[in-house]
C-alpha cells in the first residue's frame, strides 16, 4: 500500500488459503483465493469501497498487514486466518492493537470439524464471525461490515 486508503478494507487470508480449489475440494469447493479477491471487490465496490486482497502463510506477515492497515486509517478488515484463527494470540492482540472493526470468515462450519477448531482466537478480536457458508462468507462479511459502519449501497 503506497498512501493512505480511507475507502478501503483490508481482506486477509492467512495459510494454506492460496490452496483453494485444489485443497480438500469436498471440504473448501472449487473457487479460488482470485475467485474470492474478485467476489470481495466487487462486493466492497457496491458500497463505495476498495477491497485490499492480501495472502500470507507466515503469522509475522499477517500482523504487519494489520498493522499497515491502521497506518493507512482502513475503515475495516474482513479476516481468514486459517490455521492461525485456533492458535494466534499475537493476531488476536494485533486486531485488538489496531481497533479496526473486524469480521472473521471460515469458509467452512468450524463448529462441525475437529474439536481443535471450534476455538478462535481472531474471533475473539471481531465483532462478527461468519463460519459455514462458502465464499460467499465473504460477501456476507463485507455486508456487515459495511452496514456497521453505516455506509450504504452506491448502486
Request: overall charge neutral.
Amino acid at each position: 500500500m503506497a498512501e493512505p486508503a480511507t475507502d478501503t478494507i483490508l481482506v486477509l487470508n492467512g495459510p494454506n488459503l492460496n490452496m483453494l480449489g485444489t485443497r480438500e475440494p469436498e471440504k473448501y469447493g472449487h473457487a479460488t483465493l482470485a475467485d474470492v479477491e474478485a467476489l470481495c471487490r466487487e462486493t466492497a465496490a457496491t458500497f463505495g469501497l476498495k477491497a485490499d486482497c492480501r495472502q500470507s502463510n507466515r503469522e509475522g506477515e499477517l500482523i504487519d498487514f494489520i498493522h499497515e492497515a491502521h497506518r493507512h486509517k482502513m475503515k475495516g478488515i474482513v479476516i481468514n486466518a486459517g490455521g492461525y484463527s485456533h492458535t494466534s494470540i499475537a493476531l488476536h492482540d494485533a486486531l485488538l492493537a489496531v481497533q479496526i472493526p473486524t469480521v472473521e470468515v471460515h469458509v467452512t462450519n468450524i463448529h462441525a470439524r475437529e474439536s481443535f477448531r471450534h476455538h478462535s482466537y481472531t474471533a475473539r478480536a471481531a465483532f462478527a464471525s461468519l463460519c459455514g457458508f462458502g465464499i460467499e462468507g465473504y460477501r456476507l462479511a463485507i455486508q456487515g461490515l459495511a452496514a456497521k459502519l453505516g455506509i450504504k449501497p452506491t448502486a
